[in-house]
């Protein structure tokens, strides 16, 4: 079956609008260098699918963040997605886990969803963890956020990740729809999103309405990491700043990128002839 989608519809007879993300391969990308424990994987996932579908929202082009943060021993998980639905994320914790969801985790804490529009306003929406899942935490910020009645379903179990959201078209007025066909939906089942085509789950959920469905948006994993952002970062700290941590790391500078875990090594020679070369300004000839 075809994974790594990300399908939109419409009710025709009711003022409602549906996504439906199916992960495979890009939520392996993002988890397959780290050695999270598999209730940290799977809060992840459901995470990443939320992401995607609250990325398939924005009707212009630019990035969204989706934060959760809290004092417990899960204490980051985060998915950056833009437009196009390239998505990456990491997730930090220390010591032991506890068996459990959300609040076992991270405890005490909030979601932060960051909108930046390429050339626009940015936007940034802060919740407290309140409900008893990452779903209901959403659909709390949708409530105060957006004030558009809407629903989430997410789901994530080993390496896969998959969920639905349904909202109220603005304008649309006919919340009995909305209940109508969110009841209908909460029968989903996860080995269902996660086993059939898009269609299939559709007529499934909805045989007795009338779905539009439009041609998937594929959804990827990309880090945008590169030996040149390194480079940035290192001048940013200075020559005399980089040339003391050069020394105290034993000639050697290594730099991981926390997305990906790939590595880029800087040496002496390296790190002379980077400043050499800002000494220079941009336009100047050897």
């Known amino acids: 079956m075809a994974q790594d989608k990300l399908h939109r519809f419409i ?8 996504e439906l993300v199916q992960l495979d391969q890009s ?18 996932g459901e995470l990443m699918a939320a992401t995607s579908l609250l990325t398939a929202t924005l009707k212009f082009e630019g990035d969204i963040t989706v934060q959760v943060q809290g004092d417990g021993p899960l204490n980051l998980m985060v998915i950056n997605g833009n437009n196009n639905q390239v998505l990456r994320g990491v997730a930090r914790y220390q010591g032991e886990l506890p068996d459990g969801g959300l609040h076992e985790l991270v405890g005490k804490g909030y979601l932060v969803i960051t909108i930046t529009p390429n050339g626009g306003e940015r936007y940034q929406g802060v919740v407290s963890l309140e409900g008893g899942n990452l779903t209901q935490v959403l659909e709390n910020y949708f409530a105060n956020s957006e004030q558009l009645p809407t ?8 390496q896969k990740a998959a969920g639905m959201l349904l909202q109220v078209l603005p304008g649309g007025d006919k919340e009995a729809d909305f209940e109508h066909l969110s009841t209908l939906t909460d029968t989903i089942k996860a080995e269902e ?16 309405e009338q779905v539009r ?3 998937p948006q594929g959804v990827s994993f990309s880090c945008t990491c ?4 390194c480079e940035g970062g290192l001048l940013s700290l200075g020559q005399v700043e980089v040339t003391g941590l050069l020394e105290e790391s034993g000639g050697k500078l290594e730099m991981d990128c926390e997305y990906c875990r790939k590595r880029y090594l800087f040496d002496a020679v390296d790190v002379a002839a980077l400043f050499a070369g800002a ?8």
């Open 11 to 18: 009710f025709e007879d009711a003022q409602v609008r549906g």
């Open 27 to 44: 939520f392996q990308a993002i988890v397959e260098n780290h050695d999270y424990p598999p209730q940290v994987q799977r809060l992840l």
């Open 151 to 158: 629903r989430l379903w997410l789901f994530a179990e080993g």
């Open 193 to 208: 999103l996660f086993g059939l085509e898009a269609e299939e789950v559709l007529h499934r959920l909805y045989h007795q």
């Open 213 to 215: 469905l439009f041609e």
């Open 226 to 229: 590169s030996r040149e952002r």
């Open 279 to 286: 000494s220079q300004g941009p336009g100047s000839t050897q």
